[in-house]
């Protein structure tokens, strides 16, 4: 069984910056791609960012540079650094892992930018 669990979620004012944490575990195998999604209320969960074993990033469009991607496999963790970040980057930050083909999620981290 995989446990996935974020950290770092919080409000924040337009134009700051947090940085979410995601640890993985009870596997004793390499995980696979490791990734951060989001939902805002009355959307569809969409891809942020996901980075394979192997270091190789991609970004959701709506990111334009402010968001870093970035993992530790000793550590089987998974960061996004969030920088100028919008009223509409409020949502719900969920992680994602893939491990012998299934897809784990945490339960979600709360990221509000709000004045």
């Known amino acids: 069984q995989v446990h996935v669990v974020e950290s770092g979620g919080g409000l924040v004012q337009p134009g700051g910056s947090l940085r979410l944490s995601c640890v993985a575990s009870?596997?004793?195998?390499?995980?696979?791609?490791m990734g951060w999604y989001r939902q805002a209320p009355g959307k569809q969960r969409e891809l942020v960012a996901a980075i394979t074993r192997g270091g190789v990033k991609s970004y959701g469009n709506f990111v334009k540079g402010r968001f870093t991607i970035s993992r530790d496999n000793a550590k089987n963790t998974v960061y996004v650094q969030l920088n100028s970040l919008k009223p509409e980057d409020t949502a719900v930050y969920y992680c994602?892992?893939?491990?012998?083909?299934?897809?784990?999620w945490g339960q979600g981290t709360q990221v509000t930018v709000s004045s």
């Open positions: 994602n892992v893939k491990h012998l083909l299934r897809d784990y």
């Open positions: 009870g596997n004793t195998f390499n995980f696979g791609d």
